[in-house]
C-alpha cells in the first residue's frame, strides 16, 4: 500500500489520495484511491517490479491486490489479506 501511495503522488496528477481500513470475518482490506489521471493497468505490468510486484507481494502474504484504473478517472488499488492469529513470543 505505500508503493500505491507513492505511485498515486508520483504519477496521478491528483491533489489527494484517499485510504480506508476495514477489519471483517479474518479478512483486512486497505484501500487507496485517488481521483487523478488513471492509466490502463494491463499496459502497465512487468513482471517482477511495479504493479506486477506489488501483486506478487500480496500473494506472498496469501492476500490478493485488485488494481482498478481508468484514463481520466483516476485509481482503486484495494488489498485484501488474511489476518493471522498472533502467537506468543517467548
Do not use: K, W
Not at 26 to 53: H, K, M, N, Y
Not at 78 to 86: F, M, N, Q, S
Amino acid at each position: 500500500m505505500q508503493e500505491a501511495l507513492a505511485n498515486a503522488a508520483r504519477h496521478s496528477g491528483a491533489p489527494r489520495a484517499q485510504v480506508s481500513l476495514a477489519r471483517r470475518d479474518g479478512r483486512l482490506t486497505v484501500v487507496v484511491s485517488d481521483d487523478g489521471q488513471g492509466f490502463d493497468v494491463p499496459a502497465a505490468r512487468e513482471p517482477g517490479i511495479g504493479l506486477a510486484g506489488m501483486e506478487e507481494r500480496a500473494g506472498m502474504l496469501g492476500g490478493q491486490l485488485t488494481i482498478e484504473s481508468q484514463s481520466g478517472h483516476g485509481t482503486r488499488v484495494t488489498l485484501d489479506l488474511p489476518i493471522l492469529p498472533v502467537t506468543a513470543v517467548r
